[in-house]
C-alpha cells in the first residue's frame, strides 16, 4: 500500500477519489480525516503544536504502513488514540521534562518551579479562564500528570508507568498541580477546590484513582 502523500510531519492531503482507492486504502483514509482533529488535540495537551503535529503524524505513518495487516481492536478510535497520546509522552520525556534525581530532591526542584508560575493567571476571570491559564504556565512534566490523572483518569501506579517516574515524583508534581490550581482560584476569587473534572474531559476516557 503507498502513500498517497502521507509524510511524517505533514497536514492532511486532500482526500482522494474514492474510486481510485482498495478497501484497505479507503478504511484507511476514512479514518485519518475522521480522527485527525482529535488527534492533534490529544497530542497538544502534553506537547506544543509542531511537536504534536510531529507525533500524530509519526503514529499515523506507522498505522497506514500496517493497516493491512492490523485487527479490527488495532483499528479502532481508542487504539488510535492511544498510540497518539503514548506518543506525545515519549516526545515531551525526550525533551528532558523530568530530572532523573531522587523524590526529595524533585520536590525541591518543582517546589521551586511553582513560585514563577503563579503570578500568570491574573488576567482569569472565569474557571475556565483559570484553568486554561494556569496549564498554560504549569511546567509540562507537572501539566502531562495532572492531564493523566484528572482526564485520562490513570491510577498512580498507571502514570508512573506511563512517564516512567516513581510514584513519589508523580505524587508530588500532582499536588503541586492542584495546589496551582487552587492558588489561582483564590486569586481570582473562586472558591474552587478541584478542577472541574467537566473542563477537563478527555475523549480517550481512563481508570480512577487509587
Known amino acids: ?9 505533514a ?3 486532500a482526500p482522494p477519489e474514492a474510486s481510485a482507492l482498495d478497501e484497505n486504502e479507503r478504511s484507511f483514509c476514512e479514518t485519518y480525516y475522521r480522527l485527525h482533529p482529535r488527534l492533534l488535540a490529544v497530542a497538544e495537551r502534553y506537547v506544543d503544536h509542531d511537536t504534536a503535529r510531529d507525533a500524530e503524524s509519526q503514529v499515523l505513518l506507522r498505522f497506514w504502513r500496517k493497516w493491512p495487516e492490523l485487527s479490527e481492536e488495532q ?9 497518539v497520546r503514548n506518543e506525545a509522552i515519549d516526545a515531551l520525556k525526550a525533551q528532558g521534562a523530568w530530572t532523573s534525581i531522587d ?18 493567571t491574573s ?17 509540562p512534566g507537572r501539566r502531562a500528570v495532572l492531564r493523566l490523572l484528572n482526564e485520562e483518569r490513570l491510577t498512580y501506579k498507571e502514570a508512573a508507568e506511563a512517564l516512567g517516574l516513581s510514584l513519589g515524583t508523580i505524587k508530588t508534581h500532582y499536588r503541586l498541580a492542584m495546589a496551582d490550581l487552587r492558588a489561582a482560584y483564590a486569586r481570582a476569587g473562586h472558591r474552587v477546590n478541584q478542577p472541574p473534572r467537566a473542563l477537563l474531559t478527555d475523549p480517550n476516557g481512563g481508570s480512577a484513582h487509587d
Request: charged share 30%.
Open 75 to 83: 483499528r479502532a478510535d481508542q487504539y488510535i488514540v492511544r498510540a
Open 103 to 120: 523524590d526529595m530532591e524533585v520536590e525541591e526542584q518543582i517546589e521551586r518551579q511553582t513560585a514563577a508560575d503563579h503570578d500568570a
Open 123 to 139: 488576567r482569569a476571570v472565569s474557571v475556565a479562564e483559570v484553568l486554561e491559564e494556569t496549564l498554560e504556565v504549569m511546567p
Open 1 to 9: 500500500m503507498e502513500s498517497a502523500g502521507l509524510t511524517e510531519s
Open 11 to 13: 497536514s492532511p492531503p
